[in-house]
């Protein structure tokens, strides 16, 4: 058997009994993503009966060992996202594999991949779908679990469908570590200025930063929560309206190393000493981070263990999605020290 429904009766008689048009029953054989579950399910039913198990189509290849990766990122130009796949691309090449990156140029709010992306990963065939700092939507989720196609996201900006494996780390511990640090350091007066509200990271950073300061009985105060939504630019913006208010703190967490470095260039074009008149930090340890004047004090990110995770869950999936958590650490440095009395 070639697995190609070649004969257009017999396609007729498939879609008749499977209830569903000619076109659809080729998009099965096909293996295009835009069937529903459902829908190619059943007509499978049918192509199995009447002995066409679709051994060549593309979705089979990936399940017979395909050398290839697919790796669906959120963006190129960020040093998180850079460092991530640049990762991924020598530990792929140590397991034999060969990668194809593509990008999702969408709502930053909600990075779902595109459904031609969908479309080319089932033609191509594929031992797996790698996101980094995406999400799938639930028809992706059901697509790629009912093609047997292992999917892994390391660092989703949300939850996943239970059938996708996650890799990160815990954020809310990680930054009441790095609060506490501050809190040990002797400030009572910390504001932080979030990432992107909308993602599972930002909220779950504010999390732990808010439990370091309840647990400290210091207050939470809601002007010096600032939205920098990952971004250089605002975190910049965001510490100057933090240090040029009536009140100022004496350290500011940031949601990120990017948003950090947004604040140092701040406090330097305001004429403050860091860490003298105020301590800062960061999150990630990105390459920028160690380089900083003064270095900034963060989190650093396994990325190294995170994506050995990840590949080995799809050159091994599990039978079930998983939930992985990589442990990360704080890294002082000297962008923090005890507020001056």
């Known amino acids: ?36 579950a459902g829908t190619r399910a059943r ?12 051994d060549s189509s593309p979705v089979a290849s990936a399940k017979l060992g395909s050398a290839l990766l697919d790796v669906i990122i959120r963006e190129l130009e960020s040093a998180w996202s850079s460092a991530l796949l640049s990762e991924v691309e020598r530990a792929a090449a140590d397991r034999g594999l060969n990668i194809v990156v593509s990008t999702v140029q ?10 031609r992306w969908l479309d080319q990963v089932s033609a191509r065939g594929t031992c797996g779908v790698l996101g980094i700092l995406v999400d799938f939507s639930e028809a992706q989720s059901d697509y790629l679990r ?8 390391v660092d989703p900006s949300a939850e996943q469908e239970r059938s996708v494996t996650t890799v990160r780390i815990d954020n809310r511990r990680s930054q009441y570590r790095l609060t506490r640090h501050l809190i040990e350091l002797g400030h009572t007066r910390i ?31 809601e002007a010096w929560r600032k939205d920098g939504g990952f971004d250089r630019d605002d975190a910049q ?7 040029t ?6 350290a500011v967490a940031f949601a990120s ?85």
């Open 245 to 250: 208010g009536p009140e100022r703190p004496t």
């Open 146 to 153: 009912d093609a047997a196609i292992p999917r892994v996201v």
């Open 191 to 221: 504001a932080m200025v979030d990432g992107n509200r909308h993602t599972l990271p930002a909220r779950e950073r504010r999390e732990g930063f808010e439990a370091a300061m309840r647990e400290a009985r210091l207050p939470i105060r």
């Open 237 to 243: 913006r965001a510490m100057t309206e933090l240090m």
């Open 257 to 341: 190393d990017k948003g950090a470095l947004g604040g140092l260039a701040a406090a330097r074009l305001l004429g403050l000493d860091v860490p003298g008149e105020v301590s800062v930090t960061g999150f990630d340890d990105i390459p920028d981070a160690r380089a900083a004047i003064p270095a900034l004090t963060t989190v650093r990110q396994p990325v190294e263990a995170m994506v050995a995770a990840a590949l080995d869950r799809i050159v091994d999936p599990p039978p079930v999605g998983r939930r992985i958590m990589c442990a990360a650490e704080p890294v002082f440095r000297d962008s923090t020290a005890p507020p001056r009395r």
């Open 106 to 115: 969408a709502d930053p709010v909600h990075p779902i991949p595109p459904r």
């Open 43 to 54: 007509v499978r039913g049918v192509l199995d009966r009447y002995g066409y198990p679709l």
């Open 1 to 36: 058997m070639t697995g190609k429904v070649r004969s257009a009766v017999k396609l007729a008689v498939i879609a008749r009994e499977a209830g569903v048009s000619v076109s659809t029953v080729s998009k099965v054989v096909n293996g295009r993503a835009d069937v529903s």
